[in-house]
């Protein structure tokens, strides 16, 4: 398995995403080295589709396919948990399903 | 505290196709000015008690002003219309102006949205920063910006005047 973990450091959500991936892939006994990138310029995000920060890839599928057709963007990226809810990261059920 | 003293003087295009200017809040005791944006996660997930503020303190006169500085162009989805859109959807109850010259976030010395400015009757700056200490609502333990509300319409200066917005950066103009 191969997790790409990027991110803008404009937006202030991926520690946290970090630490809640870091959290699932532990709970789940995946024990691998989560591939990080930040993204510094437009034509990055252009050149790696990232829709916003934080963008998590999971043997490169989106934990979130819906955002992730978003256009490329250096900007925080909105997720929406279970109950509908915004949120700036995604939701642990979104990495839960990603990572099975 | 690292904002401006006083209130800055602005005259904005606001959603509902009106002008608006500091002088036309002029009969309001406490001014709340919210830099905000359309598409940040942070600002969507607190606009709602943003919206509930001004609800709940709209007949002791209060009014909130959000303002949107974001650059547009490099930015779509922080356009006027995009703006208008926003507000219809999120059932806005508070004036939404367009800051396209930047020049009342840099006057504020903005840098994330949201972002409050509290000032008193004679617009002076009395709280900045967050709404409250946490973007889930269950959450939350202390409501800074009802706080600063409570003490500036009591004549009094808020317990805690300065906290550190945390929320999407302000997308200035290259």
């Known amino acids: ?100 | 505290m690292s904002a401006i003293a006083n209130a800055p003087t602005f005259d904005l295009p606001g959603i509902d196709g009106h002008s608006h200017s500091l002088d036309e809040y002029d009969d309001a005791p406490v001014l709340v000015l919210v830099q905000s944006c359309n598409h940040c996660p942070y600002v969507l997930a607190w606009e709602g008690r943003i919206n509930d503020l001004q609800r709940e303190y709209r007949d002791r006169g209060v009014r909130i002003v959000a303002i949107n500085s974001n650059d547009a162009v490099a930015y779509p989805g922080d356009s006027f219309d995009a703006m208008v859109e926003h507000a219809r959807e999120a059932g806005y109850e508070f004036d939404y102006l367009h800051d396209e010259s930047q020049d009342v976030a840099r006057t504020l010395g903005s840098s994330r949205t949201p972002e409050a400015f509290v000032y008193d009757a004679d617009r002076r700056l009395v709280y900045h920063g967050l709404v409250d200490d946490n973007r889930e609502q269950e959450s939350v333990t202390r409501h800074y910006l009802r706080d600063a509300i409570e003490a500036a319409l009591a004549g009094e200066t808020p317990n805690v005047a300065d906290t550190e917005p945390v929320g999407c950066s302000l997308k200035w103009r290259s």
């Not at chain 1, 520690?15 to 990138?37: C, F, M, N, S």
């Not at chain 1, 934080?54 to 490169?60: E, M, S």
């Not at chain 1, 925080?76 to 939701?91: E, F, I, K, Q, T």
């Open chain 1, 1 to 100: 398995m191969r997790v790409d973990f990027l991110f803008w450091a404009g937006c202030p959500s991926h520690p946290e995403a970090r630490e809640l991936l870091d959290d699932v892939l532990a709970a789940r006994g995946v024990d691998l080295e989560v591939d990080v990138r930040e993204v510094y310029t437009h034509d990055e995000a252009v050149e790696l589709a990232f829709p916003g920060s934080p963008t998590i890839r999971v043997d490169g599928r989106d934990v979130d396919p819906a955002g992730a057709a978003l256009p490329p963007s250096l900007s925080c990226r909105v997720y929406r948990l279970p109950d509908g809810r915004p949120s700036p990261v995604p939701s642990r059920q979104q990495l839960e399903e990603a990572i099975s």
